[in-house]
């Protein structure tokens, strides 16, 4: 399964973004699928998680600013983000795991960075 991101960029602070997260196969429908960050000289942190029945988690300093989606028919997950502020600047992952076989499957990584 391949993962492939595209949607980041150079905004300023206040604005918005739309990470999209295309999968080469149908796996998004059935297993957890999640959204980290790794900021320059810091260890990658989950930003956001939706499980397969629709809940959803995020990181203290994302809520209320960040939503992740899915899109079953189309095999892709989104990260939409508002009101971005220069702390949410990192090279932005998405991921899934799918506990058979113990597959850990990771994007490339998509650059976003919140600079005036």
């Known amino acids: 399964v391949q993962l492939e991101e595209s949607g980041g960029g150079l905004v300023q602070p206040g604005g918005s973004l739309r990470l999209s997260c295309a999968a080469s196969e149908s796996i998004f429908s059935r297993y957890p699928i999640y959204w980290y960050r790794q900021a320059p000289g810091k260890q990658r942190e989950l930003v956001a998680g939706a499980t397969t029945g629709g809940s959803t988690n995020y990181a203290d300093s994302v809520k209320g600013r960040f939503t992740i989606s899915r899109d079953n028919a189309k095999n892709t997950m989104y990260l939409q983000m508002n009101s971005l502020k220069v702390a949410d600047t990192a090279i932005y992952y998405c991921?899934?795991?799918?506990?058979?076989?113990?597959?850990?499957?990771w994007g490339q990584g998509t650059q976003v960075t919140i600079s005036s």
């Open positions: 991921n899934t795991y799918v506990p058979a076989g113990n597959h850990d499957y």
